[in-house]
């Protein structure tokens, strides 16, 4: 394994010009898993702990429907190319795919005049033949998860082609895909072209639940950009968050779980009120008791449920299987509604169902306030005042978790104003 200072100074190495004068962070053994990326000096809330080039970056290409952007600058929608490569590609970028177009040509694709999504999310790994020799050491020494979804995107992505080269190569790609499987982030996720990228020292930082830092994309080169969400003391670790901040303890637990196989044990995942938020509670079918009934706070990813009034207990399959009935019907009803009447259902009817602060509820008011900012349409003043006091209301909840100046917050906020004008 990578000594920590080899590790840090690859890193440093593959930062080039957006190295900073004075560097806030080193890499160090982490309490909370492995390695992890540590304060230098007291960092004020606000301040930009570092900027990072992506190291890797190609479209997600996760659904059919953003299969048609070009490869290359992923905002013009593009046709397959003429030559045969398999890939889609633009008017105006068709210079600078060329050698990509040679090197899957070489490979030989296996029907080159279909849209394949499978193809074009393997480019992001193919994009790490052409990497110096620094930067794949770099690569080489991050995380690397090798799982079943991951085993079959491998499958998929070598049937894409008759023939890829020798040994040496299809262990690269093999190891480049599974670090890619394990730390890589969506850039552009509200685009219709989402990307996934690779960050070095941002794949470094370690998950907590409430984090004190938060990042962003540069849209013109999706740098990444992470900055202090709250005061953080010299020799601090640095931490970001996973997960959505809204969501809620058993949420994070399965997601974090599945996706990234380990069970978070912040302060916050071991609160089985989430700080008051009660993001998972549901109503008490106890005989006359009006209590909340949460899952207890445990690593289990099947933890009992307790009533925090009356203390009956509620095994957990029956709890799952009433939430799950529940999101689906919420969901349904939500996606296909207007938004007059997707308000009036989360206003009268939810609650009925589920508490307040559960998560279904504290989600679908954040959908809302999102729907009103991304409408094109005029919006009746009515749906502004319900917007407005939407973004209040999930505010408060951030102020629960103890969220800091987090990007979601910046945006509740933001919405918040915007309404006002
Ligand atoms: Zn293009
Ligand atoms: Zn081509
Ligand atoms: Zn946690
Ligand atoms: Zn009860």
Known sequence: MTSIERLEELIILNLGDLKQGEQLWKIGISDISGRGVFATRNIKCGEVIFEEAPL??????????????????YSSVAV?????????????????????????????????????KCRLRFLTAARSITLSSNQKEVLYAMQANVDKPFQKEFENAMACFRKLLDKNNIDHLYRTMAVLNTNSFVVNSESPCPLRALYPLGG?????????????????????????????????????SYTKLLWSNLMRRLYLKITKHF????????????????????????????????????????????????????????????????????????????LAEAIDFIVDKCPLLV?????????????????????????????????????????????????????IRTYLENQKKRERQ
């Open 355 to 407: 508490p307040e602060s559960n998560q279904i509820i504290v989600e679908a008011k954040y959908n809302i306030v999102s729907r009103i900012n991304s409408s094109d349409e005029g919006i009746h003043l009515e749906i502004l005042d319900v917007s407005r006091r939407f973004c209040e209301e999930l505010l408060t909840i951030l102020d629960k978790l103890g969220v800091g100046a987090s990007e």
């Open 204 to 240: 470094m930082v370690n998950n907590e639940c409430v984090p004190n830092s938060t990042y962003t994309f540069e849209k013109k080169n999706y740098n990444m950009i992470l900055k202090a969400a709250k005061d953080i003391i010299k020799g601090e670790e640095i931490t970001n």
């Open 80 to 116: 397959l190319c003429d030559d045969g490569c398999g890939l889609p590609v633009c008017g105006l970028c068709s210079d600078r795919h060329k050698s990509e177009c040679v090197l899957f040509k070489s490979w030989e694709p296996t029907e080159p005049q279909t849209l394949n």
């Open 263 to 338: 069970i978070c044990k912040c302060k916050r995942c071991l609160d089985s009120t989430e700080g008051g938020s009660l993001l998972s509670a549901l109503y008490c079918k106890a005989d006359d008791c009006s209590g909340l009934v949460v899952p207890e706070a445990s690593t289990s990813l099947h933890p009992d449920w307790k009533c925090l009034k009356c203390e009956t207990n509620y095994p957990h399959v029956a709890m799952s299987k009433k939430l799950n009935i529940l999101l689906k019907s919420m969901d349904s009803k939500l996606n296909t509604s207007s």
């Open 56 to 73: 890797l970056i190609g479209p997600a290409s996760r659904n059919e429907d953003t299969l048609s952007n070009c490869c290359i600058c």
